[in-house]
DNA sequence: TTGCATGTTCCGGA
DNA sequence: GTCCGGAACATGCA
């Protein structure tokens, strides 16, 4: 589930339960969800200290303890964030922060993600790798800058988090159907206004989704069609294509998507 | 039992 | 050097 909107809904969970509360404890279920430090080494960073606003980029959600220590999560495909207030942990809980009134629960359900610990600013961007500017915030000269640049296919260089952060398969063909351009094709082969209105709909969709902390469940979106048995396009009710693009499971309309 | 899954990374080949 | 597909990672579900 996790793209850039899921990762904000998760950043809203954290800066609403999380900040400014005294880490009590952190009790680690499993530790080889954690990447670059131990139980023992992810407790004593943060214990007695308080969380500051966390901030989000791309997929990332990146949050700050003071003293320059940072703790980072992704969530893979299946993770997240969620507050507990009482009850137990559920069931695929790797990590807890217990504070004031509560818990907040690392779920990941396959260990695909992951939490890291930073302990200076500069080790930030050696955990989350090369990362283009966050998808959220960018502005079309720089998106078209940015795509001008690219050779292959337009839904992996959408994909790219080392060009543009936080899109991922569902969120890149949404995007790619509201734009009417057709996933498989190159992105030398769209002229500026198909990238003009990849922006757009790169924009509509991700502050639609933002606002939801989740892709919408819209029947008027790709991505509720995708979940139908005999899956139609919300638009103009043609059956949809579906297929491996960019290694992934994509899904398209033949009538609406002829830009390639 | 088999195939598939919204993430990233690494490898080999074109 | 660039780009792509496939496999791997770990786990549960249809």
Request: aromatic content about 6%.
């Amino acid at each position: 589930m996790p793209e850039l909107a899921d990762v904000e809904g998760f950043r809203r969970v954290f800066a609403r339960h999380a900040v400014g509360q005294p880490i009590r404890r952190v009790h680690t279920l499993d530790a080889a969800i954690l990447r670059n430090t131990s139980p023992q080494g992810l407790g004593r960073a943060l214990k007695g200290r308080r969380f500051r606003e966390p901030h989000r980029h791309g997929k990332w959600l990146l949050a700050p303890a003071g003293d320059g220590r940072t703790v980072l999560f992704h969530f893979g495909m299946t993770g997240g964030l969620r507050w507990r207030d009482g009850e137990e942990p559920g069931r695929h809980v790797r990590v807890v922060f217990e504070l004031r009134g509560g818990a907040l629960d690392y779920h990941a359900q396959r260990k695909i993600g992951g939490v890291w610990l930073a302990r200076d600013e500069g080790k930030v961007e050696e955990v989350t790798g090369p990362l283009g500017p966050d998808a959220a915030s960018l502005g079309r000269d720089d998106f078209l800058a940015l795509l001008e640049e690219k050779k292959g296919g337009v839904k992996s260089a959408l994909m790219d988090q080392s060009l543009l952060a936080g899109l991922g398969n569902e969120l890149s063909d949404e995007i790619l159907w509201r734009a009417g351009v057709d996933p498989r094709a190159k992105v030398g082969s769209l002229d500026e206004g198909a990238l003009r209105k990849l922006h757009a709909s790169m924009c509509d969709v991700l502050k639609r989704s933002l606002r939801k902390g989740r892709i919408p469940m819209d029947p008027a979106w790709l991505r509720n069609a995708r979940e139908q048995d005999d899956p139609r396009c919300p638009r103009c009710g043609a059956a949809l294509r579906h297929g491996k693009v960019a290694g992934r499971t994509s899904y398209w309309c033949p009538r609406c998507q002829g830009s390639r």
